[in-house]
């Protein structure tokens, strides 16, 4: 066989080198099988950073060994079982230390709050405004006059509480169609919502109307229709 093709495909060692990189991978395999029903069953959009931190931990120590012939497997288990152990002790110490518990997993933040966002909280997270919207959208979210409030969990989730059928009220749409069409002088007394901040007011014809709650004064037509679940 060519030299380069050999180098391509197997590198620097020998053909013999395989079977044995089979059977690293397959002990491996059932070590991170083990170390992760040790950490536990949450799913990976439910993980907190210092978890994911752990996945990330325990995937480079599993794939070296898997092909590098000079790093021993029992090297890659040590280095497991450290990592778990960590976790384990982090564990511990969050669930009974609420400061260590918010230093690593944050806190809940609250983006939604009758009907308009909270901006103090919304200018911390890093949040792009067409990525919420697409959340919203995703949970059959029309309008933010469907929303009583919003809250960004530890995990990245956001978990959402509705207004009754008869308390939705108008607010800003979230649909791509009915946000685009912005405008600042205002032809007819209707309710409008601010594009920034979603405060929705009755606003008659003005060339100009800053929000009450923003200062801005760029305005969607607001909507009040119910939720289709």
Not at 23 to 49: E, H, P
Not at 85 to 99: C, E, F, G, I, M
Request: charged share 20%; hydrophobic share 45%.
């Amino acid at each position: 066989m060519n030299k380069d093709i050999r180098q391509f495909l197997i590198g620097s060692e020998e053909w013999i080198f395989i079977p044995e990189i089979i059977l690293r991978t397959l002990l491996m395999y059932f070590v991170i099988l083990i170390g992760l029903r040790v950490l536990g069953k949450r799913g990976v959009k439910q993980l907190s950073v210092f978890e994911l931190v752990v996945i990330i931990g325990l995937g480079s120590a599993a794939g070296d060994p898997m092909f590098y012939k000079e790093v021993g497997i029992l090297n890659a288990i040590i280095v497991f079982t450290v990592v778990v152990l960590a976790y384990k002790l982090t564990s511990h110490l969050v669930s009974t230390n609420k400061k260590v518990e918010t230093m690593l997993e944050g806190s809940c933040t609250c983006l939604i709050e009758n009907g308009k966002f909270t901006l103090n909280s919304f200018n911390k997270e890093s949040l792009a405004q067409d990525e919420f919207f697409a959340e919203l959208r995703l949970k059959g979210v029309s309008h933010l006059g469907q929303i009583k409030l919003a809250i960004l969990e530890t995990s990245g989730s956001i978990s959402l509480f509705y207004y009754a059928d008869d308390e939705v009220k108008y607010g800003l749409p979230v649909l791509p169609a009915l946000y685009a069409t912005k405008k600042q002088e205002i032809k007819y007394n209707d309710y409008y919502s601010c594009a920034f901040c979603g405060n929705t007011e009755l606003i008659a014809p003005t060339k100009k109307h800053n929000c009450n709650c923003c200062g801005r004064n760029v305005w969607v037509k607001s909507v009040n229709i119910k939720r289709v679940t």
